[in-house]
């Protein structure tokens, strides 16, 4: 079966700095999102990316976050200036136009010290 | 008022026992619904799309009540690897992003 990819599996930072989350989407899926799940709580949608732009985000998605396709694989989450409470497993998933299963990559565990 | 609510859990069951998972979601223009499942740690993975008529695969089966808004999902002859968290997801339908009940842990002890 395709896999969605991410790197990497576990981040560790420091409170203010900037991180990158990395996702390679399955070749041929045209909707790519983030989504967010702090530990012990539900998984929270962030943003989707259709068509080389936000197609949709949640009041989660403020200014510090940015979502980026820089080529014809890689989709990122950057976070600008981390606090505390980013602490979270973050998955990437994508799907095709239409499709019904959403296919998530394993997550990137990020601890924000 | 919580977009998607389910049982609090944690259900602890004997192998070979059946239980069932009750969720309710509040957006009446939900169109598509969804069980995941998820290992402790693990991305979700879907288990079935749940269809308005119900439908079975193997021993689970979905049931989708739309005018009480609500979704169930049944666990027949229970094995020890069906020990997982189980989401209840909705969402309008298309490409639109999916709402996720917050899980109900399953145990199943030998």
Not at chain 1, 41 to 65: A, H, P, T
Not at chain 1, 90 to 106: D, I, P, R, T
Not at chain 2, 53 to 73: H, K, P, V
Not at chain 2, 87 to 93: A, Y
């Given at each position: 079966?395709?896999?969605?990819?991410?790197?990497?599996?576990?981040?560790?930072?420091?409170?203010?700095?900037e991180?990158?989350?990395?996702?390679?989407?399955?070749?041929?899926?045209?909707?790519?999102?983030?989504?967010?799940?702090?530990?012990?709580?539900?998984?929270?949608?962030?943003?989707?990316?259709?068509?080389?732009?936000?197609?949709?985000?949640?009041?989660?998605?403020?200014d510090q976050f940015s979502?980026?396709?820089?080529?014809?694989?890689?989709?990122?989450?950057k976070i600008r200036s981390?606090?505390?409470?980013?602490?979270?497993?973050?998955?990437?998933?994508?799907?095709?136009?239409?499709?019904?299963?959403?296919?998530?990559?394993?997550?990137?565990?990020?601890?924000?010290? | 008022?919580?977009?998607?609510?389910?049982?609090?859990?944690?259900?602890?069951?004997?192998?070979?026992?059946?239980?069932?998972?009750?969720?309710?979601?509040?957006?009446?223009?939900?169109?598509?619904?969804?069980?995941?499942?998820?290992?402790?740690?693990?991305?979700?993975?879907?288990?079935?799309?749940?269809?308005?008529?119900?439908?079975?695969?193997?021993?689970?089966?979905?049931?989708?009540?739309?005018?009480?808004?609500?979704?169930?999902?049944?666990?027949?002859?229970?094995?020890?690897?069906?020990?997982?968290?189980?989401?209840?997801?909705?969402?309008?339908?298309?490409?639109?992003?999916?709402?996720?009940?917050?899980?109900?842990?399953?145990?199943?002890?030998?």
């Amino acid at each position: 079966e395709p896999e969605v990819t991410q790197t990497p599996s576990h981040q560790v930072t420091q409170m203010g700095q900037e991180v990158i989350l990395r996702c390679v989407p399955i070749s041929n899926h045209l909707y790519f999102y983030w989504y967010r799940q702090i530990l012990g709580q539900k998984v929270e949608f962030l943003v989707s990316f259709y068509n080389n732009e936000i197609s949709e985000k949640s009041e989660i998605f403020d200014d510090q976050f940015s979502v980026e396709r820089p080529d014809g694989s890689n989709f990122t989450l950057k976070i600008r200036s981390t606090k505390l409470e980013d602490s979270a497993m973050y998955f990437c998933a994508s799907v095709q136009n239409g499709g019904e299963k959403l296919f998530f990559g394993s997550g990137t565990q990020l601890s924000v010290l | 008022r919580k977009e998607v609510e389910q049982d609090p859990g944690p259900f602890n069951v004997p192998e070979g026992a059946t239980v069932a998972f009750n969720c309710t979601y509040s957006n009446s223009a939900s169109q598509s619904f969804f069980w995941y499942r998820q290992d402790c740690r693990k991305e979700p993975k879907l288990l079935m799309s749940v269809y308005s008529s119900g439908n079975e695969d193997g021993r689970f089966t979905a049931q989708l009540n739309r005018a009480s808004q609500y979704i169930s999902l049944l666990i027949r002859d229970s094995k020890l690897s069906d020990s997982a968290t189980y989401l209840c997801v909705v969402t309008p339908g298309g490409n639109t992003p999916l709402v996720f009940g917050k899980g109900t842990r399953l145990s199943v002890i030998a």
